[in-house]
T-cell receptor, first 116, second 112 residues
Framework: GAGVSQSPSNKVTEKGKDVELRCDPI?????LYWYRQSLGQGLEFLIY????????KSGLPSDRFSAERTGGSVSTLTIQRTQQEDSAVYLC??????????????FGPGTRLTVT | ELKVEQNPLFLSMQEGKNYTIYCNYS?????LYWYRQDPGKSLESLFV?????AVKQEGRLMASLDTKARLSTLHITAAVHDLSATYFC????????????FGAGTRLTVKP
């Protein structure tokens, strides 16, 4: 079946512009996660959704970052007034359910964001 | 705060050799995940370890979990070039299962 998809795969933007990143989770997966991976680094947890709800937004790096999910499916991560330090690969993952025994996460291919 | 540490961060080994990657974490957790990432690619799930003493094997890789020691190991047996990748371990936060903390990754290079 289809895996997690993300778009765009690459995004180059000028400093100060807003960007919107999209994630389509695996059908039927109620939990959705956003991570950021800077070059050669590990993953930084940003936010997760259970259904359309994001119980904890404290992982978002600044108030320029926001995320939403509609219809329990597609999610968008929006970065306003982008800065060069926002350059990274943004990974989305989904899992069957927050309370499932394994809650194994399946990752999308990522969006590589470059802020010039 | 949960911290997840992997070592080594870089590992260069010859084909045919054995080696172990270690993952330590700082707070109680009964679950741990191992992922593989090829250059320019996303993460691929390797193992899900759900309890103390859990051991899973897939091909030349074997993962184990000791929740009392807060330690997981990823053992590589008779390495082959195809295993070259970055390996991450991940542990869910004790207070929020959905806040998954990843180690920094171990970049493995297997040389002929």
């Amino acid at each position: 079946g289809a895996g997690v998809s993300q778009s765009p795969s690459n995004k180059v933007t000028e400093k100060g512009k807003d960007v919107e990143l999209r994630c389509d989770p695996i059908s039927g997966h109620t939990a959705l996660y956003w991570y950021r991976q800077s070059l050669g680094q590990g993953l930084e947890f940003l936010i997760y959704f259970q259904g359309n709800s994001a119980p904890d937004k404290s992982g978002l790096p600044s108030d320029r970052f926001s995320a939403e999910r509609t219809g329990g499916s597609v999610s968008t991560l929006t970065i306003q007034r982008t800065q060069q330090e926002d350059s990274a690969v943004y990974l989305c993952a989904s899992s069957l359910a927050v309370t499932s025994e394994s809650d194994e996460q399946y990752f999308g291919p990522g969006t590589r964001l470059t802020v010039t | 705060e949960l911290k997840v540490e992997q070592n080594p961060l870089f590992l260069s080994m010859q084909e045919g050799k054995n080696y172990t990657i270690y993952c330590n974490y700082s707070t109680t957790s009964d679950r741990l995940y191992w992922y593989r990432q090829d250059p320019g690619k996303s993460l691929e799930s390797l193992f899900v370890l759900l309890s103390n003493g859990a051991v899973k094997q897939e091909g030349r890789l074997m993962a184990s979990l000791d929740t009392k020691a807060r330690l997981s190991t990823l053992h590589i047996t008779a390495a082959v070039h195809d295993l070259s990748a970055t390996y991450f371990c991940a542990v869910p936060s004790r207070y929020n299962n959905n806040d998954m903390r990843f180690g920094a990754g171990t970049r493995l290079t297997v040389k002929p």
